[in-house]
């Protein structure tokens, strides 16, 4: 149990386009969603944190024009990169924590597999 | 969130423990310690956290130091699937800020 899939797990795409990637909590309720990034050989940076029906809180430098976050329901959180470029080529990872009395423990995060963008 | 700071790498050898510290003399009362993984081109995989007191799962151990400013993983039998980019973190909520992390070497 307690499984989290993204979608797609790696895109191409030109520059100046948007790219949505989807993050589904596949057998549990999420009450949080959270978004992160990845650049090779770096640790994961936290982009932003979602709550389901409000407002995505993101962190210091992350642009919310540039990374739309959209947390529609208990299962499912999407992420657009509007207008992307080369710079923003990058691992996409999301990961989920469960409603009280759901999977896993105390705020543990389950996460994704990953979506690898890659910007042209 | 509280610093914490890991050695940039280690190595073991398959079927030996492996000791993982981690170093975190800002801690405050609050902060959970969490330990999470994660294998080359994959979202990262939680181990164990604590508190206070040791605790153990099916995937490793975790001592915590008394005076809770500094704590081990403990991995008892490592096998080659143990490779990976290991995260000490501390959280007092959800939110977890990862560092740098010890990348773990198994040979064989």
């Known amino acids: 149990g307690a499984v989290v899939s993204q979608h797609p797990s790696r895109v191409i795409c030109k520059s100046g386009t948007s790219v949505k990637i989807e993050c589904r909590s596949l057998?549990?309720?999420?009450?949080?969603m959270f978004w992160y990034r990845q650049f090779p050989k770096q640790s994961l940076m936290l982009m932003a944190t979602?709550?389901?029906?409000?407002?995505?809180?993101?962190e210091q430098g992350v642009e919310k024009d540039k990374f739309l976050i959209n947390h529609a329901s208990l299962t499912l959180s999407t992420l657009t990169v509007t207008s992307a470029h080369p710079e923003d080529s990058s691992f996409y990872i999301c990961?989920?924590?469960?409603?009280?009395?759901?999977?896993?423990?105390?705020?543990?995060?389950?996460f994704g597999p990953g979506t690898r963008l890659t910007v042209l | 969130d509280a610093k914490t700071t890991q050695p940039n790498s280690m190595e073991s050898n398959e079927e030996e423990p492996v000791h993982l510290p981690c170093n975190h003399s800002?801690?405050?009362?609050?902060?959970?310690i969490h330990w999470y993984r994660q294998l080359p081109s994959q979202g990262p995989e939680y181990v164990i956290h604590g508190l206070t007191s040791n605790v153990n799962n099916r995937m490793a151990s975790l001592a915590i130091a008394e005076d809770r400013k500094s704590s081990t993983l403990i991995l008892h039998r490592a096998t080659l699937r143990d490779a990976a980019v290991y995260y000490c973190i501390l959280s007092s909520g959800s939110r977890l800020t990862f560092g740098e992390g010890t990348q773990l070497t198994v040979n064989p």
């Open positions: 990961s989920a924590t469960p409603l009280a009395g759901g999977p896993g423990s105390y705020n543990e995060q389950f």
């Open positions: 057998d549990f309720q999420a009450t949080t």
């Open positions: 979602s709550n389901e029906g409000s407002k995505a809180t993101y």
């Open positions: 800002t801690i405050s009362g609050t902060d959970y």
